[in-house]
Structure formats: C-alpha cells, structure tokens
C-alpha cells in the first residue's frame, strides 16, 4: 500500500488515534520541536492496527495538539499571526506614535516652566534646575523597576499605571505650595510613570513587529520630534493664557489620554485553526493518554524554558559586551542632557541668546528626522553596536561646531546635526537590549540599560556647574561634552568585538544540539 501524503495544511481533518484532533497554532514550541517540514507517516497495516508500538513522531504530534500548535517558523504549517508585523500591529505603532508625541513634547518643554517656578518660589535657578534633572534621573532609573512590573502585570497594566502615575504628578505639582512638592510629584512620580510608558510601549513594538522592528522603533519614535515641533510651541501659549499652574492641569489630562493609547494594544491572535490528519493506530484511550502526557510534558518544559530564559538574562547583564555598552550609554546621556541643560545660559553667555529659540527648534527637527533614520539604517542590516559607535562619534563632532560657533547661523546648524545624532542615538539604544536578549528579558535588560544612563542624566549637569563655577567659563565644560561620547564610541567599539566572541563561542554549541536532536 502507498504511503499517504499527511502534511499539515490548514483545512486538513482527521484523527489522531480515533480522535479528530483541532491545532490552534498560536503558541510558539520551538523549544520541543525544531523547524522541519512534516514527515510523511505511513499508513498502519492489518498487524499494527490494534496494539501499534508508540512513535517518536506521535509523541510530537500529541505535544503538537496540547500545545495549541505553533507560530512563526517552528510551525509546521508555516503558519504566524495575523497581527505580527501586519493587521493590528499598525494600529499598536499608531498608538506607540501618539504616546512618544505627547510624552516627549511635554519633557522638552519644561523650560517653558523653569522661569515661572523661579519667579513663583523665588529659589535659585541652581535649585530649580534639580527638578528636571531629578524627573530625567529617575525616568531613567526607575528602568528596572518597569522591567520588573512588565514581567508582573503585563504591557496594558504596565502603560495604563505609567499614563496614572505620570498624570498624578503633573497634578501634585499644580498644587504643590513649595518646590519640595514640586520635586517629589514632578521629579518622582512623573518620572516613575514616563518610565513605565516608555518601557511598556518598547516592549510592546517588539511583540508585534518582527521582520520590520528596527523602523517600526524608528517610526514611533519619530513622535516624539514631531511633538517638540508641534506640540512644544503650544505649551508656550497654555503657559501665557492659563498660568503654569493651569498649563499643569492640562498636561496631566494630555497623560490621561495614554490610558486610552493603552486600551489599543492586545495580545497578538493566534492564526485560524487547521484541522491536521494523522493516521495511527492507536486506540482512542491510549491518544487521549498520550495528549495528557504531553501536556504534562509541556508544563516541564515551560517551568524549565523560565529557569533558563533568567539565568540567560543575568548572564547578559554581567557580561563584557553589555558593561561596556552601559558605559558608553552612560558617558554619552551625560552629555546629552548636559548640553540641553545650559544650552540657554552658554548661548547668552557667547552672545548667542537670540538664536536660542531657532537653535532648539533645530535640535527637535534633526531629531525626527535620526528616529526614521535609525530605523531605516537598522533595518538594511547595519550592526546596531557599530551603527551606535559612530552616532556617539557624531555628537562629540556636532558638540564641536556648537561650541566653536560665533554666529547664530552655525549655532543652529550645530544644533540641527546635534538632534539628529540625538534621534539616532534614541531608537538604536532602545533597540540594543533586543540585539543581546529576547522574551521576557527585554524588559529586563532594558530597565538596568536605563537605569545606568539615568545615573549619567543626574551627574552631567551639576558638574558641569562645577566646572562653570570654578572656572567662570563653558570651555572646559564643552571639552567634558566632546570628550565624554567620544570615549563612548570607542567603548562601543569594544563592546562590538566582545558580544561577537561571544556570540561566535556559543554558536558551535547550539549547533551541535540542534544536529543531535535532528538525530535522535
């Protein structure tokens, strides 16, 4: 008797034992099954028919149908969900846009509310300028914290407390009778929930988007120069009709409106159902034992893939490659945060005030265009390590010609360069902890990554009014900014050579268990 062609096909029926067995394939078992094309079983015969001797393939086939099928390439049917880069996944982008646009355009605006707090509390602008450089510490700080509540909770709760908590600290601070208040609500609890919403929606672009994450990242992220374009000038006028306390008010409604961004994202679907035909001759009694054996055995097999996916994400964090890629983003988040601290007060100084508002605009234009740039360059294939090296090397170059400007001309082309190596510099580090972890361990890695440039978004600008104070000049100072992503670059570099030795070292060794598993 021939053999019968049983690959999978969507629409295919039949039985496995006696049973008619229905594959969702929406769950991803590339750890039990490697990505092969379904064999071809042959038909039972008269003396295998009643007390046939259990196979390795339909032992597979149970774990198959008590796994709920599979997704993506480890799928026999090839199968993938439908929202993965593509269906919902644009609706997810247009919400992860809209949130980088509102969240970005009121952090950049702050300078519309540093001179009205100065004149409201009568504080020194030394002190006043604490409360930016605290909300950035601890937005950035608070990383592996939001790690911690993705893994808990999941990527809606996480969005939906982050829009909350952002919102109740725009509040607080409109009500605040001190700037004691002002630190702890805009400082900290703002601080704390852009920190979620940031986590949350990077995690999220990476659930739904695949093939095309690098722009997809690019993309969203080009919300937030739009909304420094946009949005920025609009604070200006709220500030001017409503006084800053009003302006407040309604920045905190602006973060409310994330809740509503949040209530878009969902789990990606499984694909349609396929109906699989297996012939096997085993009794109905003894399939059913076999589906409940798998399923016990999937339940191992996941409690074991938890156990390692954490012992792979600690490896990562104490690795060469990943201390050296921290440092570097460390070195570089100083000085960019440093430069758009005292941006105001070393144009005035060199005479170069007038062209302030101009050069700001500058740096949120170059911005939106490094946010689609990025992810264009990422998605040719450019290595993100190397690709960040070089974006760090061009802002020591554009802190350069900034400091050596002496018309508003080149202050503002400065500028310009500076937004968009600040852009790229922006998607490609958010990209960097999917480039040496996946799964859960993104948010992980993301959230140590973060919080070690938030130590850097702490110490650059009051030491560098150190320097200022003790010098009674920006030159030294400038020469701290140009030097410190400089030194980053060449760390990168670094950190390049080290993540491919280990990524070379490693691959020997997943080979041979993936040749020993295709020989069992």
């Known amino acids: 008797m021939a053999p019968q062609n049983t690959s999978l096909e969507a629409g295919d029926e039949g039985v496995v034992g006696g049973v008619l067995a229905e594959v969702s394939l929406?769950?991803?078992?590339?750890?039990?099954?490697?990505?092969?094309?379904?064999?071809?079983?042959?038909?039972?015969?008269?003396?295998?028919?009643?007390?046939?001797?259990?196979?390795?393939?339909?032992?597979n086939t149970a774990l198959i149908v008590a796994n709920g099928g599979g997704r993506g390439p480890a799928c026999r049917c090839g199968a993938r969900s439908p929202d993965v880069d593509g269906g919902w996944a644009w609706v997810v982008l247009g919400a992860a846009f809209l949130q980088f646009f509102i969240t970005s355009a009121l952090y950049y605006s702050f300078s519309v509310f540093f001179v009205e707090l100065v004149a409201a509390f009568q504080q020194?602008?030394?002190?006043?300028?604490?409360?930016?450089?605290?909300?950035?510490?601890?937005?950035?700080?608070?990383?592996?914290?939001?790690g911690w509540f993705l893994s808990r909770c999941g990527t809606r709760a996480t969005l939906n407390v982050g829009a909350v908590l952002a919102a109740v600290g725009y509040l607080g601070s409109a009500l605040s009778p001190s700037l004691i208040y002002i630190f702890f609500f805009y400082g900290v609890v703002n601080g704390v929930g852009t920190s979620f919403t940031f986590s949350g929606w990077v995690v999220g672009l990476a659930r739904f988007w695949e093939r095309r994450h690098a722009l997809a990242m690019g993309v969203a992220m080009a919300g937030s120069g739009c909304g420094v374009l946009l949005?920025?000038?609009?604070?200006?006028?709220?500030?001017?009709?409503?006084?800053?306390?009003?302006?407040?008010?309604?920045?905190?409604?602006?973060?409310?409106?994330?809740?509503?961004?949040?209530?878009?994202?969902?789990?990606?679907?499984?694909?349609?159902?396929?109906?699989?035909?297996?012939?096997?001759?085993?009794?109905?009694?003894?399939?059913?034992?076999?589906?409940?054996?798998?399923?016990?055995?999937?339940?191992?097999?996941?409690?074991?893939?938890?156990?390692?996916?954490?012992?792979?994400?600690?490896?990562?964090?104490?690795?060469?490659?990943?201390?050296?890629?921290?440092?570097?983003c460390f070195l570089t988040v100083m000085a960019i945060t440093t430069v758009f601290a005292v941006l105001r007060d070393w144009?005035?100084?060199?005479?170069?005030?007038?062209?302030?508002?101009s050069a700001l605009a500058g740096s949120g234009g170059g911005d939106l265009l490094g946010r689609v740039l990025a992810g264009l360059l990422v998605g040719q294939g450019c290595s993100p390590l190397l690709l960040l090296g070089v974006v760090q090397l061009l802002l020591a170059v554009t802190i350069g010609f900034a400091a050596a400007a002496s018309i508003s001309t080149?202050?503002?082309?400065?500028?310009?360069?500076?937004?968009?190596?600040?852009?790229?510099?922006?998607?490609?580090?958010?990209?960097?902890?999917?480039?040496?972890?996946?799964?859960?361990?993104?948010?992980?890695?993301?959230?140590?990554l973060l919080f070690v440039t938030g130590i850097g978004a702490l110490v650059g600008p009051p030491v560098t009014g150190a320097i200022v104070d003790l010098c009674h000049s920006y030159g030294s100072a400038m020469v701290l900014c140009i030097t410190a992503p400089a030194?980053?670059?060449?760390?990168?570099?670094?950190?390049?050579?080290?993540?491919?030795?280990?990524?070379?070292?490693?691959?020997?060794g997943v080979t041979k268990q993936i040749v020993a598993r295709s020989n069992v």
């Open 26 to 59: 929406g769950s991803d078992i590339t750890s039990t099954t490697p990505p092969f094309p379904a064999p071809l079983l042959p038909t039972p015969t008269l003396t295998n028919m009643r007390h046939p001797t259990p196979s390795k393939e339909d032992f």
């Open 410 to 448: 080149q202050l503002i082309a400065a500028m310009v360069g500076f937004g968009v190596a600040c852009g790229l510099h922006s998607v490609i580090s958010a990209l960097m902890p999917s480039h040496f972890t996946s799964g859960e361990g993104v948010g992980h890695v993301l959230g140590c």
């Open 347 to 357: 144009a005035e100084l060199e005479g170069l005030g007038a062209a302030f508002s």
């Open 487 to 508: 030194l980053a670059s060449i760390l990168n570099l670094a950190a390049y050579f080290c993540h491919r030795r280990q990524h070379t070292q490693t691959r020997p």
């Open 124 to 146: 020194s602008r030394s002190l006043t300028g604490w409360v930016y450089a605290t909300n950035s510490a601890v937005f950035m700080c608070s990383g592996p914290l939001g």
């Open 231 to 328: 949005l920025g000038p609009q604070i200006q006028v709220i500030v001017v009709h409503f006084g800053w306390r009003g302006a407040m008010i309604l920045c905190a409604g602006l973060y409310l409106q994330l809740c509503v961004l949040a209530t878009l994202y969902s789990v990606p679907r499984a694909p349609s159902p396929c109906r699989v035909l297996f012939h096997c001759g085993e009794e109905k009694s003894e399939s059913q034992e076999e589906v409940k054996r798998a399923g016990e055995t999937k339940t191992r097999i996941s409690t074991d893939a938890e156990l390692k996916a954490q012992h792979n994400t600690k490896k990562v964090l104490w690795s060469s490659g990943f201390c050296l890629l921290a440092a570097s």
